[in-house]
């Protein structure tokens, strides 16, 4: 079945740094991709999407490419800040009826002043 | 006002005691979903409601039931507590379109601890 594997934390960087958390998938055709932020005591908000092979999600500075070839979602950022501490989650559906996410077991990032 | 919201939001009970979360929205969505967090192990999905007259399960429904009272309303009930059950608990929200993926919306959570 449809899973997703992400590298595990935590990640601790210092403030301006360049972050990449790896994310990929097994899956048949073609899923929708996601990736979900928590912060502490939060529930999960959507951070950026990519419906089709080579698109290009990207919000607050994030940006996460669908490669089909390498079934891969890399989340990343040029220079994070503190207050991007928070636990990150990949995730894919197929959406139709049953719009399930099939997440995987989240990254958490720490970011020191 | 939050959008999606869960009661409690941190509950500790004792082994073999029944407990209820209770989910509401305010988004209109037809769909609701249950899941739960653990560590290492991301969200699974618990249940997951189209209306309120469709409930079906999701890939770890044993030990869990749901409930759903309204369009705005998604209750998870635990018959009877046991230890493995503490976990955070997140109720979520989307839109019916049967094309394409319907973002979910997630609500606070609920920490559970079964003592």
């Known amino acids: 079945g449809d899973s997703v594997t992400q590298m595990e934390g935590p990640v601790t960087l210092s403030e301006e740094a360049f972050l990449t958390i790896n994310c990929t998938y097994t899956a048949t055709g073609y899923p929708s991709l996601f990736w979900y932020v928590q912060y502490p005591g939060e529930g999960l908000q959507l951070l950026l999407k990519a419906t089709k092979a080579d698109d290009k999600g990207s919000n607050k500075g994030f940006e996460a490419t669908y490669r089909k070839e390498t079934t891969s979602f890399h989340l990343e950022k040029g220079s994070v800040q503190v207050s991007d501490s928070a636990v990150y989650f990949c995730?894919?559906?197929?959406?139709?009826?049953?719009?399930?996410?099939?997440f995987g077991t989240g990254t958490l990032l720490a970011v020191q002043p | 006002d939050a959008d999606v919201t869960q009661t409690p939001r941190n509950r500790i009970t004792k082994t073999g005691k029944r407990i209820m979360l209770e989910c509401s929205q305010t988004k209109g969505h037809d769909r609701m979903y249950w899941y739960r967090q653990d560590p290492g192990l991301g969200l699974r999905l618990i249940y997951y409601s189209f209306d309120v007259k469709d409930i079906n399960k999701g890939e770890i429904s044993d030990g869990y039931s749901v409930s759903r009272q309204a369009q705005a309303k998604f209750s998870l009930s635990l018959e009877s507590a046991i230890p493995n059950q503490t976990a955070l608990y997140f109720c979520?929200?989307?839109?019916?379109?049967?094309?394409?993926?319907?973002?979910?919306?997630f609500g606070p959570g609920t920490r559970l601890t079964v003592l």
């Open positions: 979520a929200t989307s839109d019916l379109h049967f094309s394409g993926y319907n973002e979910q919306f």
């Open positions: 995730a894919l559906s197929r959406g139709g009826a049953t719009n399930k996410l099939i």
